[in-house]
């Protein structure tokens, strides 16, 4: 995936007349690929259910690979890439995008909504939600879109509550640097975001990266660390590893064909990498994806 310029694109959220939020449903896999640009962000928070599957959450400085479906709270302003394309195997995916005082102002600052207030605010970071809440909450996002305005109402504030009083969740931002769109210091971030993104598949150098910051390289080294909360070799090497996962799914490449075209020199520097980040070989892993696929595994 490649954005068209070096700064994310907001995305123009209309509700439908006559609503205060807008619902999407995708019952095709593909449907979505390039309706929204890949790397954008919007004042309104996001809730995405994605139904099987697997592909890269990519949530402001978070890079990551999820399997099996997806449930996720994105925060209002915090750059996002797409989810799914026709690659990411999923049967179908909802997305719900609402205001940072849904339903309103007044009606969020009630006692009965603390908890949903509260839920707002960490979703600045990116939450994931696994297990019965993703599994439960995701097949009741499913059903909004076939309510009328009034019942998707209720149905969507209950939803939040749920969120809001669950444990199965990740802060995927938790350690990582707060994105706000108008600071200098995410401007020169997402820079180097975007560079990783176009050339992540060859070797980089320090020297090359911190070029493309305007910065020294013991001064790149200390500002990525507190922005990433990683080492730039840590988490390039995460990023290969995560695009590698998603073409572990295409049983057309083999293993060795993955590496290369993940950024890999080596299929032994790859099998290393994988095992350190994924707790298994790239075999192993892509074995136990494919029986996910058939409904042998349970999920996760």
């Known amino acids: 995936m490649q954005a068209s310029s070096n700064h994310p694109v907001r995305e123009q959220v209309i509700p439908t007349p ?3 939020f807008l619902v999407k449903h995708f019952s095709d896999p593909g449907s979505r690929a390039n309706k929204t640009p890949n790397w954008h962000f919007h004042p309104e928070l996001e809730l995405v259910y994605v139904r099987g599957g697997h592909g890269r959450r990519h949530i402001g400085s978070h890079v990551s690979h999820y399997r099996d479906g997806e449930l996720i709270l994105i925060g209002s302003n915090l750059p996002h890439w797409g989810f799914t394309d026709q690659f990411t195997g999923n049967k179908a995916e909802t997305v719900v995008q609402f205001s940072t005082d849904f339903p309103t102002a007044d009606f969020l600052n009630l006692p009965e909504m603390r908890n949903v207030s509260n839920l707002f605010d960490r ?29 998707r109402m209720l149905s969507l504030i209950d939803i939040l509550q749920q969120l809001a009083i669950s444990e199965d969740y990740q802060s995927l931002n938790a350690d990582g640097f707060h994105l706000q769109i108008a600071t200098h210091g995410y401007d020169r971030f997402n820079d180097i975001q975007q560079f990783i993104s176009d050339n992540f598949r060859r070797d980089i150098s320090l020297a090359e990266v911190s070029g493309v910051a305007s910065m020294t390289i013991p001064a790149f080294c200390r500002y990525f660390k507190k922005v990433s909360g990683n080492t730039f070799i840590a988490y390039l090497t ?5 695009y590698a996962c998603k073409l572990l799914g295409d049983d057309h490449s083999t293993i060795a064909e993955v590496a290369y075209d993940s950024g890999f020199n080596s299929l032994s520097q790859f099998n290393r990498a994988f095992r350190r980040c994924v707790g298994r070989t790239p075999t192993e892993y892509r074995s136990d994806l494919m029986a996910n696929v058939m409904g042998i595994l349970p999920e996760d």
């Open 123 to 151: 979703a600045r970071n990116g939450l994931s939600f696994s297990g019965y809440t993703r599994q439960a909450l995701g097949a009741r996002m499913e059903h909004l879109i076939k309510q009328d305005p009034m019942n």
């Open 18 to 20: 006559g609503t205060s």
């Open 238 to 242: 995460n990023y290969r590893v995560v």
